[in-house]
């Protein structure tokens, strides 16, 4: 076994220096390691020592067993049962053909099965072996597997390549893996083949519907392959934590069914126990007495359903509706066994963070609140408040309250599992800055950017001293926080961050992978805002070139892009082009989403714009209307891009003169942006200067006022009594006084707009304020202050100044008037 030893040591080695910038080191001992000087010791009772020192204990067997193995076997067995530690693993590398187990190695099997329940790992492979370990080690690390992942058919833990999916047994003798992975293989050629048939004949819908049946098979699939992996993996993982776990023997046969590759008989084997336990359950119910065995026989029920909801789900043969429905049945039925036999509380713990994490997983979201809130009082019983165990259970209702959209309760749980991570695991930690990150994402959502920005760095810098740069969890950050400086419009740090994860997504995914086309829009979409136009454009059809490659033509994410580019041919005027683009966009959404989708509805609302701007009204209204009524019935009356169409469309009624439809509209739209955005975003302010403007338009000048009050309050809260948008709302809310004839209140407030002028020294305002005034004294027939106004004002401007002159001929007017 020196292969697997050598290979073994060399993964330790990589795995410590991974550790070691979490603070976590792992040392590996071999018998290598000792010093072969002679002392009074027999070199076994050395070597037993350290065992009793280690925290984790591994035994790797083939066709024998040896005496002195089995005796170090039996001391750290012994040591765990004294002090729980070191945890004692035992790998069992298959035999191949001709090749027969020792006597020795057959007794200290049954020895281990028989009499200690024990169940060990088999493996096949340098690769499962490797597996195996990690799996071991993340349940050492943290009672959890979250850092250990499938990407592309690769078991990973941070980054760092454990095992290739088709070396693992479990996977590459499964039946379904087998044939996903043959047809994914065969269709690349299939596809590249139908491409070639549409360059010659490019203008052929036949070949394009065949080119794209191709694509969407080979997209979809590939995702289906993914989760089914993720499936396999999910159940490996189960199997590990029972690893050194006391197991019946029928759990030890579906377990090697399982790790054969063979998960339809796993599952026939696991349906005798599911009827079982209904069996054990009611007569523990019925029982006058309850011994020690009928409570075993409880426990062991609840350990078979639980290995049940793993398998159940690896089996593709049963459709996934079947599947959920009878994992929810077995998990449900696991929780009140437990609670009824009194279960081990940390292992019940386990299984309420499995359900709820299903539940979730499956949109069960009000029974997963229910479960997790559970967990969340069980966690505080065992571990106490202040744990990480703990912690996790409060963020795991956090992230459920935000797939709700429930962003207040949201902060409220992930604020709680930062403040235990901050306690328990410092601020410098992974966990710690998964909490960051969480509250970060749940503040964009609210459209508290600074808040939302202080925890993205947190999250960010705390990735990139532990992980680096080169990651995805680094990667990530850096497209939050551009996407999150691009809302506030800070577009060139915004296109810095997006950059940066470009450069890492390019390297570990490559140029021709649709999420780096994702970054590639998002770059487009700054440079757009820039006003880069050239810039952005490359970088769309960037995106749109691997897009279609990669997804083909008629895809939501191409569809996106088409949708973007529109965007950037209306902002520079070319509203033909821009027409064209939202055209293919909308013919690809209406195909694969559907028209009663929120995607179609937008596509809809921006073939609205570019009619719009081309002074076709009555088209620009007809398809802003159909994106409403969608958008109404899809994400209901409250949400900003109902909003937004509403606005659109009191702008059509705006300037055909239908005050009081463009007035409905524009209340729409603002009554949804103050409950989402706040009375302090922009877009607030822009409708209550036009909600303002039209009254005034209709001569309803008392509701003018009201709005025009508004933009007082606004600049005051954002901008201060200094500035010089306060001065214009002053201003306008004395013109609206004026209006209704109160000239001492538009005397008022004109002069605040003045004297602010005259704090930030702004010759020109200070000039147009004081002919305003000169126009409300002459209304009240003070003639005298009139011209000394517009005396003050002609001697604040060169004479060829348009206020100057305006003031200039009021005056003569005065004048004459006062001769």
């Known amino acids: 076994m020196d292969y697997d030893r050598m290979a073994f040591g060399n993964l330790v080695r990589r795995l410590d220096n991974m550790y070691e910038k979490r603070g976590i080191r792992i040392k590996l001992f071999e018998w290598e390691d000792y010093d072969s000087a002679y002392n009074d010791k027999r070199k076994q009772d050395e070597y037993n020592d350290y065992v009793r020192q280690s925290d984790i204990f591994l035994a790797l067997f083939h066709k024998k067993a040896g005496e002195f193995t089995v005796e170090e076997f039996n001391i750290a067995s012994e040591e765990f049962k004294e002090k729980a530690s070191p945890k004692v693993y035992t790998y069992c590398k298959d035999l191949k053909t001709g090749e027969e187990e020792t006597p020795e190695l057959k007794d200290f099997k049954k020895q281990l099965f028989d009499e200690m329940g024990h169940f060990w790992c088999r493996y096949d492979n340098r690769e499962s072996l490797q597996f195996q370990f990690v799996m071991q080690l993340q349940l050492v690390e943290s009672n959890q597997m979250t850092d250990m992942k499938v990407e592309d058919g690769n078991v990973t833990i941070n980054g760092l390549p454990i095992a290739s999916m088709g070396k693992l047994k479990f996977a590459s003798r499964n039946e379904e893996f087998i044939k996903m992975n043959e047809e994914l293989a065969s269709l690349p050629p299939k596809i590249e083949k139908a491409r070639l048939r549409l360059e010659k004949f490019p203008d052929d819908e036949d070949l394009q519907d065949d080119l794209q049946t191709k694509l969407n098979r080979y997209n979809q699939l590939k995702k289906d392959f993914n989760e089914y992996q ?275 997504d390019e390297k570990i995914l490559g140029i021709n992978h649709p999420e780096t086309a994702k970054l590639y829009n998002n770059i487009g979409i700054v440079y757009h805002d820039m006003g880069d136009y050239q810039k952005a454009l490359d970088y769309y059809n960037k995106a749109i070139n691997v897009d279609k490659e990669a997804l083909g033509i008629n895809h939501p994410e191409t569809a996106k892009v088409y949708n973007n580019i529109g965007c950037l041919y209306d902002d520079i005027g070319e509203y033909q082009k821009g027409l064209d683009n939202h055209l293919l966009a909308l013919k690809i959404r209406e195909k694969v989403l559907g028209k009663d989708h929120p995607h179609t509805a937008q596509s809809y609302h921006n073939i609205g714009v570019p009619y719009d701007l081309m002074g076709d009204h009555q088209k620009a209204l007809h398809y802003y209307l159909k994106a409403l009524e969608i958008q109404e019935r899809t994400l209901g009356k409250e949400h900003l891009e109902t909003a937004k169409t509403n606005y659109c469309i009191g702008g059509i009624y705006d300037s055909q003169g239908d005050y009081h439809k463009a007035l409905e509209h524009y209340k729409k739209a603002l009554d949804i942006q103050e409950k989402v955005l706040g009375k302090d975003h922009p877009d607030v302010l822009k409708s209550y200067n036009l909600i303002g403007t039209i009254y005034r338009e209709i001569e309803d000048y008392h509701n003018a006022l009201i709005y025009r009050q508004k933009e007082i309050d606004y600049h005051l809260r954002n901008s201060g009594n200094n500035s010089i948008k306060t001065a214009i709302a002053y201003n306008n809310v004395g013109a609206q006084y004026r209006d209704l004839t109160l000239y001492e209140k538009a005397i008022e407030y004109i002069s605040k707009a003045y004297e602010i002028a005259v704090k930030i020294e702004d010759t020109t305002a200070k000039a147009s304020y004081l002919n305003r005034l000169g126009r409300v004294y002459a209304l009240m027939g003070n003639l005298e202050m009139a011209r000394n106004k517009f005396k003050e004002a002609i001697d604040l401007l060169p004479e060829d100044h348009p206020e100057a002159v305006d003031s200039q001929n009021r005056l003569k007017e005065i004048q004459t008037k006062l001769h």
């Open 230 to 504: 993720q499936i396999l993996f999910d159940t490996a993982k189960r199997i590990a934590q029972l690893q050194g776990e006391r197991i019946t023997e029928r759990m030890r046969r579906a377990m090697d069914a399982f790790n054969d590759g063979k998960v339809r008989e796993a599952n026939i084997i696991l349906d005798e126990a599911e009827a079982d336990a209904r069996r054990n359950l009611e007569d523990y119910k019925q029982s006058k007495e309850i011994t020690d065995l009928k409570r075993q026989a409880v426990i062991n029920s609840i350990e078979e359903l639980l290995l049940k909801t793993s398998t159940i789900m690896a089996d593709a043969s049963i459709p996934i509706e079947e599947r959920i429905e009878s994992t929810e049945n077995l998990y449900a039925q696991a929780d009140e066994m437990s609670k009824v036999a009194e279960y081990d509380k940390n292992k019940f713990a386990q299984i309420l963070l499995d359900y709820g994490d299903f539940l979730k997983k499956y949109a069960r979201y009000s029974q997963a609140e229910d479960i997790y809130k559970r967990l969340i009082v069980l966690s505080e019983e065992i571990y106490g408040e202040i744990h990480s165990d703990t912690a996790i259970a409060y963020n795991n209702v956090g992230c459920l309250y935000d797939d709700m959209g429930k962003y207040t309760d949201a902060l409220k749980y992930h604020f709680r599992a930062q403040e235990i991570r901050e306690e328990v695991l410092g601020k410098a930690d992974l966990q710690t800055a998964t909490s960051y990150n969480n509250i970060g994402l749940i503040y964009n959502q609210m459209v508290d950017y600074p808040k939302a920005m202080e925890y993205f760095r947190k999250a960010l810098d705390i990735y990139e001293r532990i992980l680096g740069a080169e990651n995805d969890y680094t990667s990530t950050a850096y497209n939050n926080i551009g996407c999150l400086l691009e809302d506030m419009g800070e577009y060139s740090k915004a296109l810095e961050y997006h950059l940066k994860a470009l450069v890492v």
